[in-house]
Nanobody
Framework: QVQLVESGGGLVQAGGSLRLSCAASGSINSINDMGWYRQAPGKQREFIATISSSYHTNYADSMKGRFTISRDNAKNTVYLQMNSLKPEDTAVYYC??????????????WGQGTLVTVSS
């Protein structure tokens, strides 16, 4: 079994910053792409960014500039640094990863989500 556990969410004032973390654990052979998504109340889940095992990043156009994704392969952890937060950034933030558990099996795993609330 493998799992992703997010942390770092909370309440922050507009203009502030937060750093989210997401750690993978369990029977892990290797981890492919890791990414972040978010879902605001009443809206569909939205792509934020992904990062490959070789640290290549890809961002949604609307997320470029304020959000930075990074990862620590030694810790099986992906991070999302969020700056200049706005009330419209309020959402549940989810991490996702392609986790190889054996030489022939890769699982698409989601975390449970962490709530970020930005007050005006």
């Amino acid at each position: 079994q493998v799992q992703l556990v997010e942390s770092g969410g909370g309440l922050v004032q507009a203009g502030g910053s937060l750093r989210l973390s997401c750690a993978a654990s369990g029977s892990i052979n290797s981890i492919n792409d890791m990414g972040w998504y978010r879902q605001a109340p009443g809206k569909q889940r939205e792509f934020i960014a992904t990062i490959s095992s070789s640290y290549h990043t890809n961002y949604a156009d609307s997320m470029k500039g304020r959000f930075t994704i990074s990862r620590d392969n030694a810790k099986n952890t992906v991070y999302l640094q969020m700056n200049s937060l706005k009330p419209e950034d309020t959402a549940v933030y989810y991490c996702n990863a392609g986790i190889r558990t054996t030489a022939w099996a890769t699982l698409d795993v989601w975390g449970q989500g962490t709530l970020v609330t930005v007050s005006s």
